[in-house]
T-cell receptor, first 114, second 108 residues
Framework: EPEVTQTPSHQVTQMGQEVILRCVPI?????FYWYRQILGQKVEFLVS????????KSEIFDDQFSVERPDGSNFTLKIRSTKLEDSAMYFC????????????FGSGTQLSVL | KNEVEQSPQNLTAQEGEFITINCSYS?????LHWLQQHPGGGIVSLFM???GKKKHGRLIATINIQEKHSSLHITASHPRDSAVYIC??????????FGKGTHLIIQP
C-alpha cells in the first residue's frame, strides 16, 4: 500500500530556533494536512492544504507556522521560532478527497523543544 | 465546534472477547473516521464511513447519523489488537475533530 513518509522521525531543537518538518504525501492525493499530538493529549488539527494554498487552519496555526509545497512531491511545515509548548508529535496526512476518502497518515515527527 | 466523546477511555479484555468502543458527536458531520494508534505513535486509518456499516476482517464499524453515534466492534480479539482507537469526525471548518481515544489492552 502506498505510504506517506515523514522526515525526520525525531527532531530536537533549542527554543527560538526554526524547524522544518518534511512530508511526502501519496502521489495522487490532492489534500494535505498537518496534525499534532502533545504527549498524553488528543490529536489536533493544524492546517489543510489544497491546490497550493491553505484551505483551512486552526487557532493553533498562528503566524509562527507556515506550510509550503516547494515542489511536486514535498509538503513542509515550518515553525519559525519554536517554543517549549511546540513539543509534540507532528503528523502529516493526505487524501484524494476532502470529505469522502480515508486519510493516510505518516509515521510522525517527534519534535522536542529544549 | 464539534465535541467528540469516546467510551470507554480504557478497556482491558481477554483474548477472544468481543469488543465494543463507542463514539458520539454533537454536530452533524460528513464523515466519521476510526483510527488505530500503536504504542510507537503511528496512526492507521481503519474506516471512513458516512452511513450504515463497514466490515474489514474482524473489525466492524457502524454509524447512526440520526443519533450522532458510532461504534467500533472487534470480534475474536487478539493481543495484537492492543492499541489506542480514535474516533474523528469531519465536516466542519477545522479539519478532523478527534476524540481522546480508547486505550485497549487484550490479554492472552
Amino acid at each position: 500500500e502506498p505510504e506517506v513518509t515523514q522526515t525526520p522521525s525525531h527532531q530536537v531543537t533549542q527554543m527560538g530556533q526554526e524547524v522544518i518538518l518534511r512530508c511526502v504525501p501519496i502521489s495522487n492525493h490532492l489534500y494535505f494536512y498537518w496534525y499534532r499530538q502533545i504527549l498524553g493529549q488528543k490529536v489536533e488539527f493544524l492546517v489543510s492544504f489544497y491546490n497550493n494554498e491553505i484551505s483551512e487552519k486552526s487557532e493553533i496555526f498562528d503566524d509562527q507556522f507556515s506550510v509550503e509545497r516547494p515542489d511536486g512531491s514535498n509538503f513542509t511545515l515550518k515553525i519559525r521560532s519554536t517554543k517549549l509548548e511546540d513539543s509534540a508529535m507532528y503528523f502529516c496526512a493526505s487524501s484524494r478527497d476532502r470529505w469522502l476518502e480515508k486519510l493516510f497518515f505518516g509515521s510522525g515527527t517527534q519534535l522536542s523543544v529544549l | 465546534k464539534n465535541e467528540v466523546e469516546q467510551s470507554p477511555q480504557n478497556l482491558t479484555a481477554q483474548e477472544g472477547e468481543f469488543i465494543t468502543i463507542n463514539c458520539s458527536y454533537s454536530v452533524g458531520i460528513s464523515a466519521l473516521h476510526w483510527l488505530q494508534q500503536h504504542p510507537g505513535g503511528g496512526i492507521v486509518s481503519l474506516f471512513m464511513l458516512s452511513s450504515g456499516k463497514k466490515k474489514h476482517g474482524r473489525l466492524i464499524a457502524t454509524i447512526n447519523i440520526q443519533e450522532k453515534h458510532s461504534s467500533l466492534h472487534i470480534t475474536a480479539s487478539h493481543p495484537r489488537d492492543s492499541a489506542v482507537y480514535i474516533c474523528a469526525v469531519s465536516g466542519g471548518a477545522d479539519g478532523l475533530t478527534f476524540g481522546k481515544g480508547t486505550h485497549l489492552i487484550i490479554q492472552p
